[in-house]
């Protein structure tokens, strides 16, 4: 098993209007080998919020292939046309995925 996480930097008291935005959507359910996201926040920085959304995944290939879909296209696009919408800037300030080898885990 693997994890993605997108670790993303977002301006001041962003993060938990954002976290829901990314469990909204229900086309991951559909993936085969997808088997969860959590998105956690930390608010301790003083001039910004950090987000790590962290996908559970059996094969790296099977986050690709929804890396590539068109399901993930539309999720994306989804979020641009919102943004230009309401015309607020995106409150997104950066971001790093970093994909990891589940190597050892402990559950009570």
């Known amino acids: 098993m693997i994890t993605v996480t997108n670790r993303i930097l977002v301006k001041k008291g962003f ?3 954002m976290a829901p935005l990314f469990i909204s959507g229900k086309y991951l359910l559909n993936w085969e080998g997808f088997n969860k996201v959590e998105v956690n926040v930390c608010s301790e920085p003083e001039d910004h919020d950090e987000m790590n959304v ?3 995944w059996d094969t790296v290939e099977q986050f690709k292939a929804w890396r590539e879909s068109e399901d993930f296209k539309n ?3 989804r979020e641009e046309i919102d943004n230009k919408e309401n015309g607020a800037p995106s409150p997104i300030i950066g ?3 970093v994909i990891s080898e589940i190597a050892a885990t402990l559950v009570k």
């Open 15 to 17: 993060a938990h209007k």
């Open 95 to 97: 971001n790093r995925v």
């Open 54 to 56: 962290m996908m559970f």
């Open 75 to 77: 999720v994306h696009r």
